[in-house]
């Protein structure tokens, strides 16, 4: 029986996963691919923010009441692990700064929290990935904070790659996504991160991973991967490296 049909006793009973994503995500189909049976999944979303996604706009993201509100409104019920699902929003603080919005998820209710960045970087450390390859859709003046986020962690970019979007980034095709994958590629590159929790990827790792004989680590994949491996659950990607490997607390 599929664990989330409704029983004569009530509704779906088990454990549940609580994410946090900004007003502008459009993936959130994509959330569940990675999700188990036996795992629920309750999304909440941030307030609107009147700006093209830059760095002052990632910014904003996390102002004031914002994650806490989030967050309390998944805790409420069955949620116990909470991910912020937004790369820019947790990286353009620095190391520092998503350290401090895992603090804030924790102070509002979250038992363990962890945002994409973090996740990005937990699923690095589990493939061995030292010396990686960035594609993102933004600007360029924004993706460079990643980079640096990246080094405070010991990860060198070998190449970064920015589609220079500040708008619609859940607009991009499949198609252009895998042209960026393999274009920003370098034989010296261990793995391939591809940022941005408004690009789709489900459908392209497995594949790309196979043609480019490399991880590709991927926002959405790293923070389902994160998230339920806090919650002792692996996720659904056959054919992905990184579903295969087993989450490891990362001493911060």
């Not at 520092?96 to 937990?122: C, D, H, K, N, P």
């Not at 993102?136 to 070998?158: N, Q």
């Not at 960026?180 to 790309?208: G, Q, W």
Request: net charge negative.
């Amino acid at each position: 029986m599929n664990a989330r049909v409704e029983t004569r006793r009530g509704g779906f009973r088990g454990p549940a996963l609580g994410v946090v994503v900004p007003f502008d995500m459009e993936l959130d189909r994509e959330l569940w691919r990675w999700l188990p049976e036996d795992v629920d999944l309750l999304i909440t979303r941030t307030p609107y923010v009147d700006d093209a996604v830059t760095i002052e706009f990632a910014r904003e993201l996390t102002h004031g009441a914002a994650i806490p509100v989030a967050v309390r409104s998944v805790v409420a019920g069955r949620a116990r692990v909470v991910a912020y699902a937004c790369t820019s929003a947790s990286f353009v603080g620095g190391r520092g700064g998503e350290a401090v919005l895992r603090e804030t998820m924790t102070g509002a209710g979250a038992q363990e929290a962890i945002t994409t960045s973090g996740a990005i970087i937990e699923a690095l450390s589990a493939l061995g990935a030292r010396r990686v390859a960035v594609a993102t859709p933004y600007l360029p003046e924004l993706s460079a904070l990643l980079d640096r986020y990246l080094a405070e962690w010991g990860i060198e970019v070998a190449v970064h790659m920015a589609l220079g979007l500040d708008r619609a980034i859940w607009e991009v095709s499949s198609a252009r996504i895998a042209a960026l994958v393999r274009e920003v590629d370098r034989p010296e590159a261990d793995a391939i991160v591809l940022s941005c929790t408004n690009l789709p990827s489900y459908e392209l790792i497995a594949p790309l991973e196979e043609e480019l004989g490399k991880p590709i680590v991927t926002a959405n994949q790293a923070t389902m991967w994160a998230a339920l491996g806090r919650m002792g659950r692996a996720p659904v990607g056959e054919g992905q490296a990184l579903a295969s490997r087993e989450w490891v607390p990362l001493g911060r």
